[in-house]
């Protein structure tokens, strides 16, 4: 029997940021169970943002301002951009809830495309940390048009 748990800094018993899994000791214990891991929130949103960047649909991740600074940060810090921009999670002991931030693709159905991020992101989550998901928000922050350029490293004049 596992224990799992989290604490994320916020409280009087917090002791390390992600989900921890504290195992049984004693030579009758399977090997899985020996031993404590832990899985940090910033694990948790780069898995959510590669789900979510997986779907066809999706053009890129995060809100105009989020957009504006995260390219200006990715141009100073050597041009790579977050996996995990207009990402946020809640990890709790057994469950995470997840906010997302999009720019869609035109023509795209905004109600079929948020339940297939859903979808992808749920099983990702899942799949990889064993904590289960209880809700995905999906805010649509804008449309790219097929004639716009990706104004990404912030500049206006080229």
Same mark, same amino acid.
């Given at each position: 029997? @596992?224990?799992? +748990? ?7 018993? +917090?002791? @390390? ?8 000791? #004693?030579? /009758? ?33 995060? +809100? #105009?301002? @989020? ?6 940060? /990715?141009?100073?810090?050597? #041009?790579?951009? +977050?996996?995990?921009? #207009? ?25 079929d495309l948020a339940a297939e ?5 749920? @099983?990702? &989550? ?16 804008? &449309?790219?048009?097929? /004639?716009?350029?990706?104004?990404? /490293? ?5």
């Open positions: 029997m @596992s224990d799992i +748990s989290n604490s994320t800094g916020r409280g009087a018993a +917090s002791v @390390s940021a992600g989900k921890a899994l504290t195992g049984q000791a #004693g030579a /009758d214990a399977a090997p899985g169970t020996r031993g404590r891991t832990t899985i940090a929130d910033s694990v948790v949103e780069k898995i959510v943002g590669m789900a979510a960047r997986d779907v066809a649909g999706i053009h890129s991740l995060g +809100s #105009g301002m @989020s957009r504006t600074l995260g390219a200006v940060t /990715d141009k100073v810090s050597g #041009g790579h951009p +977050s996996v995990s921009r #207009g990402v946020k999670v809640e990890v709790g002991e057994r469950q995470a809830a997840v906010d997302l931030d999009v720019v869609v693709e035109y023509g795209v159905p905004i109600t991020v859903r979808t992808s992101v749920i @099983s990702a &989550v899942e799949r990889m940390t064993g904590l289960e998901v209880v809700e995905v928000n999906v805010a649509v922050d804008d &449309v790219h048009l097929p /004639d716009e350029e990706d104004d990404e /490293d912030g500049s206006r004049v080229q």
